[in-house]
């Protein structure tokens, strides 16, 4: 497999990454992530319903099961 192959099926692998909460952090609003084997995510933040003038979010709960979306396909860049 060339250089170029391997980048371009890490990159997709890392877009869509079945997970769970694992830390949390409610002072920087930042959760670490699981995906229940070896690798485990650096701080990221969780999604929020609303991000304008009225926001809305609600803290994930250790164990709570969810994606970490990654558009970059880097997991560290994702939430």
């Known amino acids: 497999m060339s250089y ?5 099926d890490r990159i997709l692998a890392g877009l869509v990454i079945p997970c769970y909460v694992v ?4 002072g920087a609003a930042r959760v670490r ?4 084997g070896d690798w485990t995510s650096a701080w990221v933040r969780w999604h929020a319903l609303a991000a304008g003038k009225a926001r809305h979010w609600r ?3 250790l164990g709570e099961q ?3 979306v990654s558009p970059s396909g880097e997991p560290a860049q994702g939430t």
Do not use: E, N, Y
Not at 23 to 26: A, S
Not at 33 to 36: A, L, M, N, Q
């Open 33 to 36: 992530v699981s995906d229940g």
């Open 59 to 61: 803290a994930p709960s």
């Open 23 to 26: 830390g949390v952090d409610l």
């Open 4 to 8: 170029v192959t391997g980048q371009h």
């Open 66 to 68: 969810g994606v970490l």
